[in-house]
């Protein structure tokens, strides 16, 4: 890790202030994405802003909204009695993730912007676009049995590591976000950009812009939710693939659908197609086979992770089955 | 009246002697150790894997705060000689290969030290390692099989010589050519990394011309012997510790060349250096279990009876040595099979040398016979375990001598019954939901290796009445500190909280290291020895005293009973050690015990045996296998403590549940480098993936293997099991996976 | 959809936050009920700070990337990692290593039980599995032995001791629940 500067903020001014103004430094929030990439020498910033004392760790339900400070941990907002009762996919894809140690220091804003799980990515020997830009992808055709088959770009295949970020997409969350101008407000859809040919590029935030907030819509129909996910140990470890679904029925139709796919792609992926197809469908396990196929059908898999084209569809399938 | 034999202490489930240390946070690992003055030395890894360094440039990292020294191949000082490679089970010197890096300007394989910087601080030396600017030639590496097949030869000798690289008994081609069945099928091993929680680690220290090391070995004698040869300094000035070792699993066996660096850096820099490898370090410092693939022909009659086994093994190994784990030899002796050949095939790859992992060559070469064993029981429609009842060997099947001991019927017997084999029907899987349930078995097999020289053991009792026994072994999660004790106990007729024992000091009597589940024969032996001539030391000396209760009786008459010397038909007459130690005005007394290789040709065969029987529930919708529940039972002779040695054979278990269904270092084919060498990205098991796990321990009397009848429990656990695991697979699913490890996409 | 680029919604009129280090700085830690004073970089982590500042080798560096749980310690009574934390941001926050649990001579009820139950064989992951056995009871995490097995997945062992450990803190819940 380079030498460091350090900054305790506590007013929430102070901090974006600090870092807006000097372009070598950054927020240190959970710090359980940052101080492992510092140490790897994949993050150089010359001066770290402390931020873990801002009072944005509130959970608060409001009219027509959840809004969980960027501060809150994740165990904590896998325990708000709220989260349980109306999102229980975001609370069981918080605790799917990571460690109970690790779920304690990380925090949710933190959690929209981890970094990805990619051994280029993390290697500082190895060519990646994202970590140097221009140098080249050492996972196309290296050891990618983990990285994404959809979203990818010729540029990256690096598969978005986050469980809540997926639960979040499906409920249609807002990430708010402070700057020295002012405030600012961005729908998941527009929080996570492809790589397209700038993978470096992962979030549309600014220098200094501090997320503050993640606000989630009422969604009555994610009370019947489930965030399946597959991997292969049984815990404490990143998802091969994982599926954040909401199902309502109304006399045996569907009438309210969410889905969104985890460690397929290189954003957390809205199944937005395959919604399509589900909506009045009939809930068998035909229609949920068809809507995930065609959500699949563009997936540009490599020889080592082809069976996640499959392993996404049957998971859709027994995600939907079990809220069916 | 006679003295009732005492319950021996030998074999009692006693809590390990290091728990307080342990759970408190105070056992000092080699990393933990803090002396004056301490520097730390970060090593830095080739980027390459295959070239020359064409130029290095450490100004920066020179430049950095705290930095104290860079040493490179330009400023190393050469060592003086290189040792063969050689098992530390010898005992001498064990280089992990016979490649020392920093020697020249060579790249043999990616992560080779390059480098090593010394500051003042961790944090600091860790970043200048980064400062350490280096320029390559680089060429086309060969990093696996598929690279080098075309270039495959058959080595005259495996293992640092002492193995051949073909075998072979009676005729082969005639049994395949007569059998009525024959399998043929080709598995596939991903290479594996032993990581042990705590990495390699040496804090090195001079003074006044010593050295001193805390190395986290398996042997601190290997340490010393091999640090000695290669710095040309002599082995009486090098005293190592280790106190406590943070697990090893065969990465800290034999002695890499981190030990070497650190002394260089102690010296160069004039400061006590601690050298501890970043778990990354640990995919490129201390060898690993190679890529390899087993081909199987088996032949067998309608019965199941075998008639020809042949096993050959393709592996890839380093530049400079032929290392490929020995997966041939035991796998070989478990069945009465009358003709079996046996023939390595190494590739030569821009890899280190490879090394022992956790069950050595059983695990894999036991992972192909017990598979294709499973695959003929199917071609026969013979249950699996009868098939291997079938084929029970009454003898040795290599040598044609009886065993010194077997168990293995019992072991079957056992592990049948905890698993309920009885329930298993072929090709009928129990089902729950998406789970479909599946049973299947495996047999264990683990050699016994003898001593290659004198294993010694010091004994000492005090005026006091409290005894010490002391050796220069390791303790690195077995729980030999225990079991010593025990040893100690029975020997001298101690109560067992009087006796303690004392390793991890190179100062202490010599053993060899720790390696190949003989840690209990070969200290245990010793320590037994020691401890029974210390007691006819002192019986004799109270026989001939006249002031004794004992004086004039035949020594052989005399037992050690509580803490006493006492004639066996009247233990009313004796007198307690500390009394006759007082009496002569004596602090203490002590006397060696030497446990030494078999003098002739054994009379009898000797093996470890076992048995696997497996649970597992298959999701294959989701391509998810968990294992539930896994039965072993096992046969190591003599059992020294109960709880330890079951917590070894559990352990093993997990260790082939791992090997089963998790374990696999991917290695990027263009570049040589590891791409997971993370605990992140290696995936070992976490709690979650515990199944329930039952050990049933089959004591066999054997009076050939060493005085104490002890065979080891260190590895068979893990012998066979990722077989069991993949035969309960197939029976679930139908399916047969014949690759380690079997992951998602074999299921699905 | 219904993103906005920020807009401005009042003026920032902050002045510069204390910056310190990179050099070493003093930093006062709270560790096991005392205060030290130790003068450290800010980007040394707690890890070491107490590894090496304060002679505190409990706590194991098994990996430093947050991936084995051998340097789980609490900060503010929750269990962490210690090398994924800066010891700098740590100031005002108490923190419990397992050197902090026994009282004198008398051992913390789940270091008995790791005893008892024979939950460790190298030890080197003993003390942040305990740690963490530790705070999974105060969080309520240990109903049955699956709940235990999920939320304990954070700390490796290699000598796989995993099911003697969940033993060990089942018997610990056992006794300090037990209503009566």
């Known amino acids: 890790m380079r030498p460091l500067t350090y900054s305790r903020a506590s007013a929430v001014a102070d901090a974006v202030h600090a870092v807006t103004v000097d372009p070598e430094s950054a927020y240190l929030a959970g710090g359980t994405t940052e101080i492992d990439l510092l140490r790897q020498d994949v993050l150089t910033p010359g001066r770290l802003v402390d931020i873990n004392d801002l009072p944005l760790t509130g959970i608060e339900e409001t009219r027509g909204a959840l809004v969980i400070g960027a501060l809150a941990r994740m165990s904590d907002v896998a325990a708000a009695p709220a989260v349980r009762t109306r999102y229980p996919l975001l609370a069981q894809a918080l605790e799917a993730g990571a460690s109970a140690q690790l779920r304690h220091m990380a925090t949710m804003g933190g959690n929209l912007l981890q970094r990805v799980r990619c051994g280029y990515f993390r290697d500082t020997e190895s060519p990646c676009n994202k970590r140097r830009p221009g140098s080249g992808c050492g996972a196309l055709t290296g050891v990618n049995r983990g990285h994404a088959v959809l979203g990818t770009s010729e540029h990256c295949i690096a598969t978005h590591p986050s469980d809540a970020a997926v639960a979040l997409t499906a409920l249609d969350a807002r990430v708010h976000t402070r700057t020295t101008a002012g405030h600012g407000a961005y729908h998941i859809d527009d929080f996570f950009l492809l790589p397209g040919d700038t993978p470096h590029r992962e979030h549309p935030l600014e220098h200094g812009e501090l997320i503050t907030s993640i606000e989630i819509p009422d969604t009555p129909t994610a009370r019947n939710s489930t965030y399946l996910k597959v991997r292969d140990r049984a815990s404490y470890e990143f998802a091969l693939v994982s599926v954040a679904a909401t199902l309502q029925l109304e006399q045996g139709r569907i009438s309210g659908v969410r889905l969104a796919l985890g460690g397929v792609a290189t954003k957390p992926w809205r199944a937005r197609r395959a919604e399509r197809l589900l909506l009045g469908a009939g809930a068998d396990r035909r229609a949920f086979a068809e809507a995930a196929r065609e959500e699949l059908a563009d997936a540009a898999p490599t020889p080592m992770n082809a069976f996640k084209v499959e392993l996404a569809q049957r998971a859709v399938v027994r995600a939907l089955e079990s809220l069916a | 009246m006679t003295a009732t034999a005492p319950t021996p ?264 250096v601690r ?474 | 959809m219904t993103t906005q680029k920020p807009t401005a919604t009042r003026p920032t009129d902050t002045g510069p936050l204390p910056v310190r280090g990179p050099g070493p700085v003093p930093v006062t830690l709270t560790v096991n009920g005392a205060e030290h004073r130790v003068d450290i970089e800010p980007r040394v982590s707690l890890l070491s700070a107490l590894r090496d500042s304060l002679l505190l080798t409990g706590a194991k560096r098994g990996c430093d990337q947050g991936t084995c749980g051998a340097c789980t310690v609490h900060v503010e009574g929750r269990r962490v990692l210690a090398c994924l934390t800066l010891a700098i941001a740590c100031e005002g926050r108490p923190i419990t290593t397992v050197e902090g649990l026994a009282d004198g001579d008398e051992l913390h009820p789940m270091q008995r039980e790791f005893i008892a139950c024979d939950a460790f064989q190298c030890g080197y992951c003993t003390p942040g599995q305990i740690m963490s056995a530790v705070a999974l009871l105060d969080e309520g995490h240990a109903s049955d032995d699956d709940e235990i097995r999920e939320w304990m997945s954070g700390n490796l062992c290699r000598c796989a001791t995993y099911p003697h450990i969940t033993a060990a803190i089942r018997a610990v819940r056992d006794t300090t629940s037990d209503p009566s």
């Open chain 2, 9 to 272: 202490v030998i074999g009692r489930p006693l809590p390990r002697v290091d728990g307080r240390p342990k759970t408190t946070g105070t056992a000092r690992y080699s990393a933990d150790v803090s002396l004056p003055g301490l520097t730390h030395a970060v090593l830095v890894g080739a980027a390459i894997a295959r070239g020359r360094i064409t130029a290095i440039d450490a100004a920066d990292a020179l430049d950095a705060p705290g930095v104290l020294a860079v040493l490179t191949h330009e400023n190393l000082p050469r060592v003086t000689a290189q040792p063969p490679l050689l098992p530390s089970l010898a005992g001498g010197p064990s280089p992990g290969q016979t490649f020392c890096p920093m020697q020249d300007d060579r790249i043999h394989y990616a992560g080779q030290h390059i480098a090593v910087v010394v500051a003042d601080t961790y944090e600091r030396a860790l970043y200048a390692a980064r400062l350490v600017h280096v320029r390559y030639r680089e060429e086309d590496p060969v990093a696996v099989l598929d690279q080098g097949r075309d270039q495959a030869y058959v080595p005259e000798k495996i293992f640092g010589g002492l193995l051949p690289g073909r075998s072979a008994r009676g005729d082969v081609e005639a049994g395949l050519e007569r059998a009525e069945v024959r399998v043929e099928a080709t598995y596939t091993f991903a290479p594996n990394h032993q990581n042990p929680l705590e990495t390699s680690s040496t804090t090195a220290m001079w003074e006044g011309g010593r050295l001193f090391l805390h190395d986290a070995t398996q042997g601190p004698a290997a340490t010393q012997h091999t640090v000695s040869v290669m710095l040309g300094i002599p082995h009486a000035d090098i005293r190592v510790y280790s106190h406590y070792v943070g697990g090893s699993f065969g990465a800290k066996a034999s002695t890499w060349d981190h030990p070497l660096l650190a002394a260089l850096a102690a010296r160069h820099v004039g400061r006590p």
């Open chain 2, 275 to 748: 050298l501890a490898l970043t778990r990354e370090q640990m995919f490129t410092s201390c060898g690993h279990r190679e890529e390899q693939e087993h081909r199987i022909a088996l032949g067998a009659d309608r019965d199941g009876r075998l008639t020809a086994l042949r096993h050959h093994k393709l592996s890839l190994t380093s530049h400079f040595d032929d290392w490929a784990e020995t997966s041939l030899e035991a796998p070989a002796q478990v069945y009465a099979c009358p003709a079996h050949e046996g023939v390595y095939r190494l590739v030569r790859g821009n890899t280190m040398t490879p090394t022992f992992m956790r069950c050595p060559g059983e695990g894999s070469g036991m992972f192909a016979l017990e598979s294709a064993l499973d695959e003929l029981a199917t071609r026969l429609d013979i249950d699996p375990l009868e098939l291997r009842l079938r084929n029970h060997a009454d003898r040795d099947p290599a040598s044609g001598k009886p065993w010194s001991s077997h168990g293995l019927r019992e072991c079957y017997e056992r592990g049948a019954e905890r698993i309920g084999w009885d329930r298993r029907v072929a090709g009928r899987p129990e089902r729950e939901g998406p789970w479909t349930i599946g049973l299947g078995m495996a047999s264990a097999v683990y050699p016994i290796v003898p001593p290659s020289n004198p294993q010694r053991a010091r004994a000492r009792i005090y005026a006091d009445g409290s005894a010490v026994a002391q050796a220069a072994t390791a303790e690195f999660g077995t729980g030999a500190a225990t079991a010593m004790a025990q040893v100690l106990a029975d020997a001298l007729g101690l109560p067992v909280e009087r006796c303690r024992f004392e390793g991890g000091d190179t100062d202490l009597p010599n053993v060899a290291s720790t390696v190949g589940s003989t840690g209990a024969a070969m200290v245990g032996s010793a320590v037994h020895l020691a401890a029974v001539a210390l007691r006819d030391q002192l019986i004799g000396r109270a026989v001939a005293d006249e002031r004794s209760p004992l004086h004039g009786a035949d020594p052989g008459a005399v037992v050690p009973v509580d803490g006493r010397m006492a004639l066996r038909d009247d233990p009313g007459t004796g007198e307690s050690y500390a009394e006759l130690l007082t009496r002569h005005f004596q602090p203490d007394a002590e006397a060696y015990g030497s446990f030494g290789p078999p003098q002739g040709e054994p009379p009898a065969a000797m093996i470890t045996l076992g048995a696997h029987f497996v649970e597992v529930a298959v999701d294959g919708e989701l391509g998810r296998v968990r294992v539930r529940r896994m039965a072993g039972a096992f046969a190591p002779g003599r059992v020294l403590n109960a709880r330890t040695a079951k917590g070894q054979l559990m352990s093993g278990m997990l260790w082939g549940m791992s090997q089963a269904l998790l374990e696999a270092t991917h290695m990027d084919a263009a570049t040589g480098r590891w791409a997971n060498p993370s605990l992140g990205d290696y995936l070992i098991p976490v709690h979650a993936d515990t199944p329930e796990v039952t050990v049933d321990l089959i004591e066999t009397a054997d009076h050939v293997v060493n005085p104490l009848g002890v065979k080891g429990v260190g590895e068979i656990g893990q012998s066979g099991t990722a077989a069991a695991i993949a035969n309960a697979i197939h029976h679930a699913t139908g399916r047969r996976i014949r690759k380690l490890p079997m992951t998602v996409e074999d299921t699905l």
